[in-house]
C-alpha cells in the first residue's frame, strides 16, 4: 500500500513537472461557437503571434501554451467579433467571460497586474484626464471649422501647448512613480505602454530595472525593444 502511494506521489509531481511551463487561459462566453485564439507579441518579432487556438463549440475556452513566460500582455480574439488584451501573471488563473450577443462586454478576469494598472489608470484619470479632455474638446472645436481665422490659429497653438504640458506632467508622474518601484513588475508595463514618447527614457529607466525575473515575456519584449 505504501509502494502504491509513493507511485501516485511520484507520479503527480512528475505531471506537474511536464506541466509546469503551460500557460492557461479559460473561460466561458455564452453563444460563442467559433474560433479563439491566444495572441501575443514575441521579443523581436514584429507585430502579433498566434500562441494558441481553439474551436470552441459550447462557450467554454480554453487556451494552453507553452511558449510564454509570464508576466505580459496577451489578446484573445473572440472568433473575430472581439479582442479581449490581459495582462497574465498566473499560469492558470486569468478568465474570460461575457455573451457573444454583447462582444464590446466581453472581459478578463483574475489578474492581480491587471488590476493594479487599473487602479494606476484611475489615478491618471484623476491628475490629469479631466484637464486633457477639456483641452482635447477646445481643440476639437477649432479643427472642426471650414476656415481658420488668425484668432483660431493663435488658440489652436495655445491649447496644444496646454496639453504638451499636462502630458509632460504625466510623463514625469510615470517616471517618478517607477524610479520609486524598480523591483516591480508594472513599471515594466509603464515604461512600455506611458512611456512610447521618449525612447531615451524608456532606456534610462529600464537599465534601472531590478526584477528578478529576467525571462518574463514583458521583459523580453521591452530588452528587444530598447536595445
Request: aromatic share 6%; hydrophobic share 40%.
Amino acid at each position: 500500500m505504501k509502494r502504491f502511494s509513493l507511485f501516485l506521489v511520484l507520479a503527480t509531481l512528475l505531471f506537474c513537472a511536464c506541466d509546469s511551463d503551460t500557460v492557461k487561459v479559460r473561460g466561458e462566453v455564452e453563444g460563442l461557437n467559433g474560433t479563439v485564439k491566444l495572441l501575443s507579441e514575441r521579443p523581436g518579432e514584429p507585430g502579433l503571434t498566434i500562441l494558441a487556438q481553439q474551436e470552441v463549440k459550447d462557450g467554454k475556452i480554453d487556451l494552453r501554451t507553452d511558449q510564454f513566460k509570464i508576466p505580459g500582455r496577451v489578446w484573445v480574439d473572440i472568433d473575430g467579433k472581439a479582442t479581449v488584451e490581459a495582462i497574465l501573471d498566473t499560469k492558470d488563473m486569468i478568465w474570460i467571460k461575457g455573451k457573444i450577443k454583447f462582444p464590446d462586454q466581453i472581459e478578463a478576469d483574475g489578474s492581480g497586474l491587471m488590476d493594479e494598472y487599473k487602479e494606476i489608470k484611475k489615478m491618471y484619470k484623476e491628475r490629469f484626464g479631466e484637464d486633457i479632455a477639456k483641452i482635447d474638446k477646445r481643440i476639437e472645436k477649432i479643427s472642426k471649422k471650414e476656415k481658420l481665422s488668425k484668432d483660431d490659429e493663435v488658440m489652436l497653438g495655445i491649447h496644444q501647448l496646454q496639453k504638451q504640458r499636462f502630458l509632460k506632467k504625466q510623463a514625469n508622474w510615470t517616471r517618478d512613480l517607477i524610479v520609486a518601484n524598480p523591483r516591480k513588475e508594472i513599471s515594466l508595463f509603464l515604461i512600455k505602454d506611458q512611456l512610447v514618447d521618449s525612447l531615451d527614457l524608456q532606456k534610462k529607466l529600464f537599465n534601472k530595472m531590478t526584477v528578478e525575473n529576467k525571462e518574463s515575456n514583458i521583459y523580453k519584449v521591452l530588452e528587444s525593444k530598447l536595445k
